[in-house]
């Protein structure tokens, strides 16, 4: 595993770095409209030079907690993904996910429990109240009931 302290190839970031590329092309685009008709192999050079000569690329561990992995990557990957992917920025530098943009397992089984015990309260009150079914099935959805407050932990993160 990398040092934290070491950095990456600064030549590996260039060709790659999604951030890199569209900051080249912004100042190239700044430096033509300042001094107009300019040779832009010159200044992609230049540019490049730059880079190499000022970038300080960090290796990080970028850890994913929810599928309980790690990942080894650079600084400028994470923006590269902060940009691709647009996850909320959290403090200590946590990034979240809208509940719809990743699939989520347990909030995928919550819901098939809930759907359950709509289903159980549903057929529950076929049955007049009082009868052997009837208790059968209102049985079922306390169970259902007490399973899903049983995650609420689960839903808040879900």
Do not use: C
Request: charged share 30%; proline share 3%; no cysteine.
């Amino acid at each position: 595993m990398p040092n934290i302290s070491d950095k990456v190839e600064v030549n590996d970031a260039l060709q790659r770095s999604y951030f890199l590329q569209k900051w080249k092309s912004e100042q190239i685009a700044h430096l033509r409209l300042k001094y107009g008709n300019i040779d832009e192999k010159k200044i992609e050079k230049n540019l490049d030079k730059i880079i190499k000569d000022r970038l300080y690329n960090p290796f990080a561990l970028l850890e994913n907690n929810y599928l309980d992995k790690v990942a080894n990557t650079d600084l400028l990957a994470i923006i590269d993904l902060i940009a691709s992917q647009k996850p909320i920025i959290g403090g200590n530098g946590v990034l979240f996910y809208q509940h719809n943009a990743k699939d989520n397992p347990m909030l995928r089984w919550i819901k098939k429990i809930m759907s359950g015990r709509k289903i159980a309260k549903k057929t529950r009150d076929t049955y007049q109240k009082g009868t052997e079914e009837w208790a059968m099935y209102d049985t079922q959805q306390l169970i259902l009931k007490i399973t899903i407050n049983s995650l609420t932990k689960y839903k808040e993160v879900a």
